[in-house]
């Protein structure tokens, strides 16, 4: 009599991690705390890493990301892979590019679709899209170097220092993690940020300071129906919550839930979810909101928040009674 093999063969994850952007290390740190956390007696783990030469690779562990050789091509990641799990940060890894490649291919992946990753990493395109909706912002103006003459420049430069009121905070229309980010208290230094933002992209965008602002975030878990998370609460460590006190001084507090009012949290929570289903996004999301004189502005979205072990999304979902694990576990499960 022929025994039957009645294991079962478990869905195969392909973790990407790495790529071209300048978040690159950060989408590493964020693998590695995934990978820590991944529910291995349920599914198999394959590591995708995303090398600056263009290529992805097939490694074993995050010290061969050093010096990858199984190189594997587009064409072959169905065959290695059942899902998709992208922790990969910034421009081409979150913006809809690694998801088109996904979609070419009719492989299910974890995350928001095409449009709404496009959409929402680009801050310019996401606050004028969310302008035309009753979501206050605070005060912005977008340059686009590649579409501006001098001239136009010039006049726009010389609107805000006569419109807009300090401290200025100019950014990279597309980048996270707050990289390429100046806050400027003094008009004579708004040349110097905006190089800095440059270096980054194209495209700046121009933002007005509040003055005695809170920064409160949220995570987004699901589809159609989604868990909100309660709001936390970021006090940064310096004047306000750059790269450095994101990843690499610590100095940052964290309190979750935040202390609102009843009112405040229930307008927060409404908004996340009014902006969450305006982008048709899809599987999990971080939502930005600052609070000053008892207004709520919005942000920016984060389509692939960080998964780092400082990271605020997990802890916001965890804080909602859910393991790491169970975390990576249902965004697997939303994929589509």
């Not at 003459?149 to 807009?164: A, P, R, V, W």
Request: proline content about 3%; charged content about 30%.
């Amino acid at each position: 009599m022929i025994e039957k093999n009645t294991s079962k063969i478990k869905t195969k994850i392909g973790l990407f991690f790495g790529g071209l952007g300048n978040e690159a290390e950060v989408s590493v740190l964020s693998a590695k705390n995934v990978a820590e956390n991944f529910d291995y007696e349920k599914y198999e783990l394959a590591l995708i890493y995303w090398h600056k030469d263009r290529f992805f690779y097939r490694v074993k562990n995050f010290s061969e990301i050093k010096k990858p050789t199984r190189r594997i091509k587009e064409e072959n990641f169905a065959a290695t892979f059942d899902i998709a799990l992208p922790e990969t940060h910034g421009r081409f890894g979150e913006d809809g590019i690694l998801q088109s490649i996904f979609e070419r291919h009719g492989i299910k992946y974890c995350g928001c679709r095409v449009l709404s990753s496009a959409l929402c990493m680009d801050k310019a395109v996401c606050k004028n899209y969310l302008s035309g909706y009753d979501i206050r912002q605070t005060k912005f103006e977008v340059i686009d170097f590649d579409c501006f003459n001098k001239k136009e420049i010039s006049l726009k430069l010389q609107e805000i220092e006569n419109t807009f009121k300090l401290p200025l905070f100019i950014k990279p229309a597309n980048s996270g993690s707050s990289v390429g980010i100046t806050k400027v208290s003094n008009i004579k230094s708004i040349k110097n940020a905006i190089n800095t933002a440059q270096k980054h992209d194209h495209k700046i965008v121009i933002e007005e300071g509040l003055e005695g602002v809170r920064e409160i975030e949220v995570g987004i878990l699901g589809n159609g129906k989604i868990i909100v998370s309660r709001p936390g609460e970021l006090i940064p460590g310096k004047e306000f919550y750059d790269y450095e006190d994101k990843y690499e001084n610590g100095k940052t507090k964290i309190i979750i839930p935040a202390k609102l009012t009843a009112n405040q949290e229930e307008n927060i929570v409404l908004m996340a979810k009014k902006i969450y289903r305006l982008f048709n996004c899809s599987g999990f999301a971080r939502l930005d909101f600052f609070i000053a004189k008892n207004k709520i502005y919005f942000n920016e979205i984060n389509t692939l928040p960080g998964f780092t072990k400082s990271s605020m999304y997990p802890m916001l979902m965890m804080n909602s009674k859910m393991t790491y694990k169970e975390l990576i576990n249902k965004i697997i499960e939303l994929a589509r």
